[in-house]
């Protein structure tokens, strides 16, 4: 039987957008431990706290989950957009910390962060559209938006002034096909928070170039140094911000994949330039957050008492002194700052320092070979020869793991 050439291909978007997936990398980084090594691994890696006793999300946050899927009430499809319950608690919460009131209105529920990310670039699809990103950053937002056919620009954190943003960069990268910057704060990864005179500043100049503000807060309120977590919705008359956040990080429940999307845009410029419903549109075509998730939102965000937080925030700030110490005694690492929030900091290999070691990817490999400690590779993060560090862990396990870093540094170093 004769057959024509097959039709299907490779997608080559897909192929390069999933160069910049964190979890695709980190298997390839794990893949080298020794399963002879009867020492646990310790995960330096990624920004998943929850397996440690010492991080477990607060009884009202269980209990609403129980309450809400034992009642029966729940087992529905949500509707479009989230729960009304969810949305208007959501509003509330927020609006805490706003000049300002969020209406229901002004919240969608998502499934989690990162589809409050791809909603949002979905929305901002257009022929020739660019956006602009933090380099170091979350590369989830470099991954989708080449899905979406947007073309990506890096503007500089620049660590020499606690990874500012390079505002004068932002400027000269922006042009007439410019939709939109993103900012994470506080920072992943590097562990940066951003004071309220920069947010200001960021402001103005996102308003001078007429482009949207995404404002990613997925680790708002964790933080422990000189500086207060500042929503930027606060400048939301200054310009039009979409603040993406959820209950992973501040409630150590990433599994529960709750997040959310807020427009903080009191003059209502999203609203009459047709992106409101571009969001709707969006949303229609995804799948909606677990319905009794949603359901419980309420009593977690309502009824969560301070005490939760001032425990997580004192290990948390306990951690990161840890680390930072640490690390900045060996040789091999320079260029450290101390966080001051989310549960990373960035560190910068300096080869020169080690033999035998190429690499970021090469070093990440042969630690996880050698000592059964997993770093994530800063390429991945566009910081080639940088690692960052995970330092959300179990105290005793920092310290095994941070033990580990140490020997395996010492044991590599240039022979003097």
């Known amino acids: 039987m004769t057959m024509k050439e097959w039709k299907f291909k490779e997608n080559q978007n897909l192929k390069t957008a999933s160069a910049f ?21 310790i995960p330096f890696s990624h920004g998943d706290p929850s397996s440690f006793s010492c991080f477990r999300t607060t009884q009202v946050a269980e209990d609403a989950v129980v309450d809400a899927l034992c009642s029966a009430n729940f087992n529905g499809y949500a509707p479009k ?75 500089d954190l620049l660590q020499e002034k606690t990874w500012e943003v390079d505002l004068e960069g ?29 947010l200001q500043k960021i402001a103005e100049t996102a308003r ?19 500086n207060s977590f500042v929503p930027m919705g606060v400048f939301g008359s200054i310009v039009p911000i979409l603040t993406l956040g959820s209950l992973s990080k501040r409630w150590i429940v990433p599994g529960w994949r709750l997040g959310w999307i807020a427009r903080n845009d009191p003059d209502g410029v999203l609203k009459e330039s047709g992106f409101v419903e571009c969001i709707k549109r969006s949303l229609g075509t995804n799948t ?45 690492f320079t260029c450290l700052q101390k966080p001051e929030g989310s549960l ?31 770093l994530l590779p800063g390429f991945v993060l566009r910081m080639k020869n940088w690692v960052r560090v995970t330092f959300a862990i179990e105290p005793s396990a920092l310290e095994d793991g941070l033990a580990r870093i140490k020997a395996f540094c010492e044991r590599h170093a240039t022979k003097q």
């Open 208 to 226: 001078r170039l007429g482009i949207l503000v995404i404002a990613d807060e997925a680790y708002a309120h964790l933080t422990f140094g000189r």
């Open 81 to 155: 957009g989230g729960a009304l319950q969810a949305r208007r608690a959501i509003a509330e919460y927020l609006s805490i910390n706003l000049p300002y009131e969020l209406s229901t209105d002004d919240v969608y529920v998502t499934l989690g962060a990162k589809q409050a990310i791809e909603i949002v670039l979905s929305s901002l699809r257009r022929p020739g559209a660019n956006i602009l990103l933090p380099k170091p950053g979350y590369p989830a937002y470099d991954a989708l938006s080449i899905l979406n056919h947007i073309e990506v620009r890096h503007f």
């Open 21 to 41: 997936s964190i979890k695709r990398v980190l298997d390839d980084v794990k893949n080298n431990v020794n399963p002879s090594d009867e020492r646990p691994v």
């Open 288 to 332: 909606e957050a677990a319905t009794f998730i949603q359901a419980a939102v309420p009593q977690i965000l309502e009824k969560t008492t301070d005490d939760f937080f001032v425990k997580i925030i004192d290990i948390l700030r306990k951690d990161a002194d840890t680390c930072y110490e640490c690390l900045k005694e060996i040789s091999c």
């Open 170 to 198: 932002v400027e000269k990268l922006a042009d007439d096909k410019t939709v939109a910057m993103v900012i994470i704060n506080p920072g992943n990864p590097c562990g940066n928070v951003f004071t309220h005179a920069h």
């Open 344 to 374: 990373f900091l960035m560190a910068k290999l300096d080869l020169s320092n080690l033999e035998g070691i190429n690499d970021d990817m090469d070093f990440c490999s042969k630690l996880a070979k050698e000592e059964s400690v997993i």
